[in-house]
C-alpha cells in the first residue's frame, strides 16, 4: 500500500513550458496539500485542498494552479514555468486538519 | 518573525549523547504539535505527535510548554542512524474553522560514531 504517491520523481523542463506534477493517495484523506522545499525556507504551502472541488491558496501561489476533481488526486501546474520555481515538491495529506500530515516522496524539478 | 522557529544547527554530538531540540511558535491558540523527521533528500516523516501531557516513545521523549509557546524533542542515547533534520510542527489556529501546519525550517542532527 502506497499511500500518497508523487510523480515524476524527477523533472527537467525549460522556462515557459506548463508542469504538471502528479499526486495520488489511496487513504481517501479529506485534506491534500502541496509544499516546496528550498534551502534557507524550509517547507512553504503552495495550495492545500479540504476535500473534492475545494482548494484555497497557501503562502507562495503565485504561478501555480491546483484542481482537485477526484478525493484522491490533488495535481500542481505551472503554468508557465520560470527557473524560481526550481525546487522539490512535496504532496502531503491528511484526515483533518488539525491531524499530522503524510508525505509522499518528492518531485525534483529543475527548470533551465 | 516567524511563526514557527528553530535553532538550524547543526549539531554535532558524539554517539550515546542526549540531544535537545527546542522550538518557539507564535499562536497562542495552537492546539496540536508534532515533530517530523528528514532524512537527506527525503521525504518528511512523522516522528511524534506532542501532547500536553508529555509523551515517550523508546529513546524519544516530547514536551510542550503552551504558557511559554515552547516546544522540545529529547533523544536519549543517539545514534549515527538518529542523523537526519528535525522539523518542529504546529497547529495554527488563525480563528474559526482555518488551521494551518505550519513547519519550522528544522534542525541539523550529526550524531558522529
Redesign the interface.
Known amino acids: 500500500d502506497a499511500g500518497i504517491t508523487q510523480s515524476p520523481r524527477y523533472k527537467i523542463t525549460e522556462t515557459g513550458r506548463q508542469v504538471t506534477l502528479m499526486c495520488h493517495q489511496t487513504w481517501s484523506h479529506s485534506y491534500m496539500f502541496w509544499y516546496r522545499q528550498d534551502l534557507g525556507h524550509g517547507l512553504r504551502l503552495i495550495y492545500y485542498s479540504a476535500a473534492a472541488d475545494i482548494t484555497d491558496k497557501g503562502e507562495v501561489p503565485d504561478g501555480y494552479v491546483v484542481s482537485r476533481s477526484k478525493t484522491e488526486n490533488f495535481p500542481l501546474t505551472l503554468e508557465s514555468a520560470t527557473r524560481s520555481q526550481t525546487s522539490v515538491y512535496f504532496c502531503a495529506s491528511s484526515e483533518d486538519r488539525r491531524q499530522p500530515q503524510h508525505f509522499g516522496d518528492g518531485t525534483r524539478l529543475s527548470i533551465l | 518573525r516567524k511563526e514557527v522557529e528553530q535553532d538550524p544547527g547543526p549539531f554535532n554530538v558524539p554517539e550515546g549523547a542526549t540531544v535537545a531540540f527546542n522550538c518557539t511558535y507564535s499562536n497562542s491558540a495552537s492546539?496540536?504539535f508534532?515533530w517530523y523527521r528528514q532524512d537527506c533528500r527525503?521525504?518528511?516523516?512523522?516522528l511524534m505527535?506532542v501532547y500536553s501531557s508529555g509523551n515517550e516513545d523508546g529513546r524519544f521523549t516530547a514536551q510542550v510548554d503552551k504558557s511559554s509557546k515552547y516546544i522540545s524533542l529529547f533523544i536519549r542515547d543517539s545514534q549515527p542512524s538518529d542523523s537526519a533534520t528535525y522539523?518542529c510542527?504546529v497547529?495554527m489556529n488563525y480563528g474559526g474553522?482555518t488551521?494551518?501546519?505550519i513547519?519550522?525550517?528544522?534542525t541539523l542532527l550529526a550524531v558522529q560514531p
Open positions: 492546539q496540536s508534532f527525503k521525504e518528511p516523516k512523522l505527535s522539523l510542527v497547529n474553522a488551521n494551518k501546519l513547519f519550522g525550517t528544522g
